[in-house]
């Protein structure tokens, strides 16, 4: 299938995310080091926490102790870029970089995405890479009050006749084993979302396409050609998903 061009795409979250498993030891201060090295393109930064709930247990006089103690755990740092179009978030478990609206093209993403990377490799490693990922998010605006979801996408889950056909929410998932791509999965998932106008109906169309690796290096061009394949296949499954009524909206 061709690649499709569109003027005004309705992504407005594009990812690159990969998993890693440390082979040596490395905590939240080495992480948080690497930081200083980034701040010129991302000056806003907060930390990433991993709350952790203990839901009490027996006093000393045999009652029960109803009390939540949560401990908040730092475990990586998200940093937002000057114009807040990009999020690198860098944890104990890997590296993900998004590209927020308006986005612009795959290959800007995916330089900016291996420039850090590469980086980032050079002061941290040793490591594996266990999973890599390419995650879209589009928000599809469609200006009518209501729709019939038939008209505008070929994917949407069909009510059975007798019973009242409006709906006022929506999910939908898919989990598709790509197996032309090794151990790939794609999941997709359709949702209606909030709309800031009574006008206009919003659907979420959301993919995710990733793969398990078994240790693969850091420093492997193999990642970024796996990168390419889930993008593209991520091209192709959406032309799949939608009509023409729905492509005429982006051009």
Avoid at 94 to 104: D, E, K
């Amino acid at each position: 299938m061709s690649q499709q061009t569109y003027k005004n795409p309705p992504i407005v979250e594009a990812i690159i995310d990969l998993r890693i498993r440390l082979l040596d030891s490395f905590d939240i201060l080495q992480l948080k080091s690497y930081v200083p090295r980034i701040t010129e393109k991302f000056p806003n930064i907060s930390p990433i926490q991993f709350i952790q709930m203990n839901l009490g247990g027996l006093m000393s006089n045999g009652e029960s102790d109803p009390v939540e103690k949560t401990h908040p755990v730092e475990v990586g740092v998200r940093l937002v870029s000057v114009k807040n179009d990009r999020v690198l978030q860098l944890q104990m478990s890997g590296f993900t970089l998004s590209h927020l609206a308006p986005y612009t093209c795959w290959e800007e993403l995916r330089e900016e995405a291996k420039a850090l990377w590469a980086d980032f490799v050079c002061n941290y490693q040793p490591f594996v890479v266990t999973r890599c990922a390419v995650r879209f998010i589009n928000r599809i605006t469609i200006p009518e009050p209501s729709i019939e979801l038939s008209d505008y996408f070929n994917l949407y889950p069909k009510i059975p006749k007798g019973i009242p056909q409006d709906i006022s929410g929506m999910l939908l998932q898919l989990q598709m084993p790509q197996p032309d791509l090794g151990a790939s999965v794609a999941v997709i998932n359709l949702a209606l979302a909030e709309s800031d106008s009574p006008m206009n109906t919003n659907v979420i169309l959301d993919m995710d396409l990733f793969s398990p690796l078994v240790d693969v290096d850091p420093a492997s061009e193999s990642l970024w050609d796996a990168l390419d394949l889930y993008r593209d296949r991520k091209n192709e499954l959406f032309e799949t998903f939608i009509t023409d009524e729905t492509r005429r909206l982006f051009k």
